[in-house]
T-cell receptor, first 115, second 113 residues
């Protein structure tokens, strides 16, 4: 079973609009972390936002917020006021358990912001 | 400040050649990860180091893949007798601790012809 599912291969949004990128996850471990990374065409993975499984509030970082719905096992990324520079691939990732923790990534969503 | 650096950025190898990919983590970062990213896919875990100790190599696809971090800083991923299916971007990431946020390098794009 896929641990991280991103069902949107591509998304389009107009500049200054908000956009939601979907992510669902699968784990039986009560302790886990959820991440979103941005990968522009240059290839580098840029950390955007983190949500811990025990965090009571949704994470926010500037224009990025994470809509964490634990019962539904979803961790959607919301980008407010999209900018042209937001055009990139976006990956959702999960880290399970404690101690050493590799990241498990989804297949990504390509976001295109139009003027 | 200096982030994670990787070299070379691009590598073209003929099938059967050996390649070595280098990763310079952020200074002081204890943990180092290697990931492989095939075209159109998310990164997949290859191996993990804590200082010089390789604690997990469960993601290495075959015994042609070998990684080392002898002094607990720079790491090298070596692929022997490269095959076409090895073509991918190889990403290195480092973090301050086991559970810290992972900072990624720009990757090495390997093309095997």
């Amino acid at each position: 079973a896929q641990k991280i599912t991103q069902t949107q291969p591509g998304m389009f949004v107009q500049e200054k609009e908000a956009v939601t990128l979907d992510c669902t996850y699968d784990t039986s471990d009560p302790s886990y972390g959820l991440f979103w990374y941005k990968q522009p065409s240059s290839g580098e993975m840029i950390f955007l936002i983190y949500q811990g499984s025990y965090d009571q509030q949704n994470a926010t970082e500037g224009r990025y917020s994470l809509n964490f719905q634990k019962a539904r096992k979803s961790a959607n990324l919301v980008i407010s006021a999209s900018q042209l520079g937001d055009s990139a691939m976006y990956f959702c990732a999960m880290r399970e358990g404690r101690g050493f923790q590799k990241l498990v990534f989804g297949t990504g969503t390509r976001l295109l912001v139009s003027p | 400040g200096a982030g994670v650096s990787q070299s070379p950025r691009y590598k073209v190898a003929k099938r059967g050649q050996d390649v070595a990919l280098r990763c310079d983590p952020i200074s002081g970062h204890v943990s180092l990860f290697w990931y492989q990213q095939a075209l159109g896919q998310g990164p997949e875990f290859l191996t993990y180091f804590q200082n010089e100790a390789q604690l997990d190599k469960s993601g290495l696809p075959s015994d042609r893949f070998f990684a080392e971090r002898p002094e607990g800083s720079v790491s090298t991923l070596k692929i022997q007798r490269t095959q076409q299916e090895d073509s991918a971007v190889y990403l290195c990431a480092s973090s301050q601790a086991q559970t810290g946020e992972q900072y990624f390098g720009p990757g090495t794009r390997l093309t095997v012809t």
